[in-house]
């Protein structure tokens, strides 16, 4: 049974709790849910795209109040909450934008004559099953772009995250998206899996952990429902080139320590080149050991908690787990020893395959540096992961930079900088860290129905 309720990481304390949905609760949401979905697709697109429009001016005037919420919840430093409100902000005025763009029909060569057209329509109900790290964003990025497709949606949030679940769903109805076509669900993993099996729901989005897409995924399988899913991360950052030093200690900390360094594509591993190593390392680690956890509420603070006392727990057992078997601490190391969910910001290298944190992924404020002979070694080293979300390569050589990204084996490399997001770049990975992507044209196209329409002559 999953448990819905605010608990401040920064102190400990229990905030508030919310009662999971009730079966005939849910049966009351798919049914209001399906009773919106097709009204909310007939809709003209520009329509839509005002809709939408209401929704980013919404955000936009919440904003102070909205960061407050996940500054609360899963103790994101204001400042951070307050750029990721203004990603989510850009994301529904982007599909507001280039929806009309996105959705004109297509009209196809005929060999055979006649005049054929692909049209890019509404598939139906979708359930969106989103973690806690970006609140707002994670859901902006799936719901944005099948809103404005007509694809109604019904969300399950992370059951740390109630409070802002609910601000979401507010602001639909308040920007004057049809009641029905966004509906909030605290829903347990048994009533997620009724969900998907519900013919009323024609897919499944979810961003979380290896585990729970691999069991979202069996269960979409076995009822023939199409899944787009943004799993785990151990994404490299490739030091092959240093013109300026200060400038990749400062990429590769923003990179890593960002939301301490609780992203699926923060960079978790730091693999270096021998004539760069020594000397970065030691400015990194610096940096690092710089890096004063505070209160997440203080504008002036960078980094704040860990999400929950949970992720404090794993994130320690993996630290220790590499120290014991022989990993050198530059920086950290170790819980600090105060109510909530704080740990040191951290600095490992020495890192062997024996240990967790050569494969696991590391959800917190905790980087790999790893030193590599050559540009072959480090792409070998890169590639050397279960996972294949995104990759940053630091080099001053754009013909190095083109032939290091094709051999690299992820769905995003970012040159000159640590990964990132924007309203137009499509997200995604490969290998273990999922399939289908958000944002971008392509977000628009994953949950789309491609309909053919041949006129014969």
Not at 396 to 413: H, I, K, N, P, S
Request: aromatic share 8%.
């Amino acid at each position: 049974m999953e448990h819905y309720r605010v608990v401040n990481p920064a102190t400990g304390e229990t905030v508030r709790e919310y009662p999971t949905a009730t079966d005939a609760e849910l049966r009351d949401a798919l049914d209001l849910v399906d009773g919106a979905q097709r009204a909310w697709a007939a809709r003209e697109p520009a329509d839509r795209a005002a809709v939408l429009h209401r929704v980013a001016d919404l955000y936009e005037e919440r904003k102070e109040a909205l960061a407050a919420v996940i500054t609360r919840e899963m103790g994101k430093p204001v400042k951070q909450a307050l750029g990721e409100l203004r990603t989510v902000v850009s994301i529904y005025r982007y599909y507001a934008d280039h929806g009309e763009e996105f959705l004109r029909e297509e009209e196809l060569e005929v060999a055979s004559g006649g005049r054929a057209v692909v049209r890019k329509e509404a598939v139906g109900t979708l359930l969106g099953i989103m973690p806690w790290n970006f609140p707002y964003y994670q859901v902006a990025r799936f719901a944005a772009p099948n809103l404005m497709l007509g694809n109604a949606v019904l969300l399950k949030h992370a059951p740390q995250c109630p409070e802002s679940a609910l601000e979401m769903e507010r602001l639909f109805l308040d920007a004057g998206l049809p009641k029905g076509a966004y509906v909030n669900v605290f829903a347990t993993n048994d009533q997620v899996a009724t969900l998907i099996a519900d013919d009323r729901v024609q897919g499944v989005s979810l961003t979380g952990s290896e585990r729970a897409g691999a069991a979202v995924a069996e269960i979409a399988g076995r009822n023939l429902k199409k899944v787009v899913l943004e799993l785990g991360g151990s994404d490299p950052y490739l030091i092959l080139g240093v013109s300026d030093l200060d400038r990749v200690v400062k990429n590769t900390l923003a990179g890593r320590m960002a939301n301490a360094g609780q992203a699926c594509n923060a960079s978790k591993r730091i693999i270096a080149l021998e004539e760069h190593y020594a000397g970065f390392a030691e400015r990194y680690a610096e940096a690092v050991r710089g890096i004063v956890p505070g209160d997440p509420a203080d504008p002036d603070t960078f980094m704040g908690p860990l999400s929950s006392e949970k992720a404090v727990e794993t994130l320690d057992e993996q630290v220790q787990d590499a120290v014991s078997k022989g990993a050198t601490v530059l920086a950290g190391g170790r819980r600090i020893d105060r109510p909530g969910a704080w740990y040191e910001p951290t600095v490992l290298a020495g890192i062997t395959p024996d240990m967790r944190a050569y494969q696991e992924e590391l959800f917190g404020p905790v980087a790999l540096l790893f030193r590599v002979g050559s540009e072959d070694e480090a792409v070998e080293f890169a590639n050397n992961s279960p996972y294949g979300l995104s990759a940053s390569v630091q080099t001053d050589d754009e013909q190095q930079a083109e032939r290091v990204a094709r051999r690299l084996e992820t769905g995003m490399v970012f040159v000159g900088g640590p990964a990132g997001t924007a309203a137009e770049l499509p997200f995604g990975g490969v290998k273990r860290s999922g399939f289908g992507r958000e944002l971008g044209r392509f977000g628009m196209e994953e949950f789309a129905n491609h309909k053919l329409v041949k006129l014969v002559r």
